[in-house]
């Protein structure tokens, strides 16, 4: 999980507050604390945390005097915080700048640029793989004649994921290579065409030349920054380096599964006003994260990432279009019962075998899951996974059928006031908790409102987290 240890400590600091009888002063400042003192240790820059924590209080204290004001009605104290910290949070990570998309059926140029040893030749191959997953025709440019072995490098990750490549172990100037490349793929009809530079030269002049001349021999959609997430803060003046040099659009920031200072890097970043498009958490072919400030926060905050696992679900639907229709329809509709969010569950279980190990991240998308889950092995993820599992096998199939309602009690108002006597019978008969059966019930809410919501788009709305 990218970020474990900030998140551990962002969602300890929020359990807490949660843990807490009334939330007065002492509290909050407790809070604030926790919360200033781990972003602190993940390099954060101290005047970020600083505004970080005056925008929280001020937050705070003005929403509980606008709701006295309008005749004191009683406000969730806790609900209050933890949007606000929420808001800032993603605030920090948030450049406030959409970077490009590319578009089917047109030749979309993306360049990679970066310091030698920040990533820039796996990150390559990881977003082929991406771009090739979903439908684009794919392929990788390696331009880099400075380094000795990087064709070879590329060579060997494009051949393993089967993806087309261009290269030369002749010629040696960058530009023709790169404009060769480009062109013979253009006229092929390829979608994503991924240009690899060098990330190295004598001199650094030399280096930003080189970006400049290829940049213009190739005109690129998207020219993307690699960076190493173990610089932490000082992520702010290498990207503007670049970016005085070689202007570019979109971030991905890499090795964040190793690396303490990650905070710092993506909040660093974010200060530019360049948006970052993913991250990097592995050497393996498939870490390779989407970014996006709002699921970020969200995930790091044990609060799981709706938008990426409905993602995931599209993916995996891809490989059986009639079941997708089928799945869309439900979806946009929000007609999503237990029965389907049972057999999302199975699928995320059989995703391990196509994605790698990765259960635990699919799972840290979940709603509802565990901080633990997150963090923990893969034998956590699978257990939390099939007690989820167990608790949809001991439903009736009326119950399965239905939107999970059905377990709750109401009152003459038509309000759900608790579980009922059911509920308890299929936790009873799961062998789980009253609390699982609450999550999970939870989960297939959310699901079936985000899907409504978003319409099949992605939009989504932070209410839901704290008013599931
Ligand atoms: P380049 O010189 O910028 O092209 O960097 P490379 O792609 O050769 O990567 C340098 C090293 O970093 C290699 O050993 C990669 O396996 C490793 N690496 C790249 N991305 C990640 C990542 O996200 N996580 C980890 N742990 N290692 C990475």
Request: positive net charge; charged residues 25%.
């Amino acid at each position: 999980m990218v970020l474990a240890d900030l998140g551990a400590r962002l969602h300890g600091a929020l359990s807490q507050l949660s843990r807490a009888p009334v939330v007065d002063d002492q509290v909050l400042d407790a809070l604030l604390k926790e919360l200033t003192a781990a972003l602190l240790e993940s390099d954060v820059n101290v005047k970020l945390v600083a505004s970080l924590r005056n925008k929280v209080k001020t937050k705070v204290k003005k929403s509980l005097e606008e709701s006295a004001a309008a005749g004191g009605r009683e406000v969730n104290r806790k609900n209050v915080v933890q949007k606000a910290v929420f808001d800032e949070l993603v605030a920090l990570v948030d450049p406030g700048v959409e970077p490009y998309k590319p578009i089917k059926g047109k030749a979309n140029v993306l360049m990679a640029v970066g310091i030698q040893g920040a990533g820039k030749t796996t990150t390559c191959t990881k977003l082929a793989v991406h771009y090739q997953r979903r439908g684009f025709r794919t392929c990788l440019v390696c331009a880099d004649t400075f380094r000795a072995g990087a064709f070879d490098q590329l060579k060997q990750n494009a051949t393993k994921a089967k993806i087309p490549f261009y290269g030369s172990y002749t010629e040696t100037d960058p530009v023709a290579i790169a404009s060769l490349g480009v062109e013979k793929f253009r006229k092929e009809r390829f979608e994503v065409i991924i240009v690899d530079t060098s990330g190295r030269h004598k001199q650094e002049s030399e280096l930003f030349e080189e970006m400049v001349a290829i940049s213009n021999a190739v005109k690129p959609d998207m020219t993307i920054m690699v960076l190493d997430a173990s610089i932490g803060q000082a992520a702010e003046g290498q990207s503007r380096a670049f970016k005085d040099s070689a202007d570019f659009g979109a971030i991905i920031v890499t090795k964040l599964d190793g690396h303490a200072k990650g905070g710092g890097a993506i909040s660093a970043v974010a200060a530019t006003k360049t948006p970052i498009i993913f991250l990097g958490t592995g050497e393996h072919m498939n870490d390779l994260e989407r970014f996006a400030p709002q699921p970020f926060v969200s995930k790091l905050l044990g609060m799981g990432d709706m938008q990426g696992l409905m993602e995931h679900m599209q993916d995996m639907a891809r490989a059986n279009p009639e079941r997708q229709k089928e799945m869309a329809k439900k979806l946009e509709q929000g007609k999503f019962s237990l029965r389907d969010w049972r057999e999302q569950l199975s699928s995320i279980m059989n995703m391990r075998l196509t994605y790698r190990g990765s259960l635990s991240k699919i799972a840290s998308m979940i709603p509802g899951l565990p901080a633990g889950v997150m963090d923990g092995s893969e034998e956590e993820a699978t257990m939390k996974m099939k007690r989820l599992m167990f608790i949809t096998d001991a439903m009736r199939q009326d119950e399965l059928d239905s939107d999970g309602l059905i377990f709750f009690s109401f009152d003459k108002a038509g309000h759900p006031v608790g579980l009922n006597r059911r509920a308890r019978r299929v936790a009873r008969g799961s062998g789980t908790s009253l609390r699982e059966v609450e999550e999970l019930l939870a989960q297939a809410r959310m699901m079936a409102g985000m899907a409504r919501q978003a319409g099949g788009q992605n939009g989504w709305c932070v209410s839901h987290l704290f008013h599931p």
